[in-house]
């Protein structure tokens, strides 16, 4: 069975592809408009081949609706350029040669993005359980929480990641988001603001960072 990370590299990356050779053969101008027409084209087309697994379907019916209410103006290039781009950024087994194989997660990378959180003044909490909802006072500092039990039960003995793990975040969430990519860590946005913990949003990690939709992408490099 496919998984949804890999499916979806398969997609952006056969999508720039066949814009770049389509321009190479003459078909295609080199400019944004017929770039976005292009690609605007081509979902539709793949959706209707169902080229692709069921797991990215929403993805693509998602991008179909935003071709169409956009037209023109629809970003899909430098998404696709932006989606390739970060999950090529981050480890994989063996070489990015059209199929991804992410390496497994663990807890030493989280501990050092809790590191890094400090380093920038955020609060970090992680010694309680969260099972109920709760408020946390930070007194407007940046804030990080992760339930001490769902923190024991997401890693193995050897500290990789065997099971999916939130973490409740106020604060800057594009500081929060690059700093987590840094180290290799891939955040799955939950909520953005209304969470089980007051005031926090949801973001998930996920073993081998294989969520079941588009992460939050880190900033451009």
Known sequence: MATFYQEIYKVVSQGLQ??????????????????????????????????????????????QKQARSMGKNAQLKSQFEQIKSCYEGIPQDGEVTGTLHAHTLHDSQLKALYGLLEEHDWLVTTEYEVNRKVTHHTDGQASLVVCSAQYAAAFDDSGEMVKPLSLFVRGDTRQFIDLAYAQGLLLYKVTDYKSIV??????????????THLPELPAQQ
């Open 198 to 211: 007051k005031y926090h949003g949801e973001y998930k990690l996920f073993p081998r960072n294989a969520g």
């Open 18 to 63: 066949e814009l770049m050779d389509s321009q190479q053969a003459g078909k295609t101008p080199k400019n944004p408009v017929s770039e976005t027409l292009y690609l605007n084209a081509w979902v539709t087309k793949v959706i209707k081949q169902q080229r692709y697994d069921h797991v990215v379907a929403k993805t693509l019916v998602d991008w």
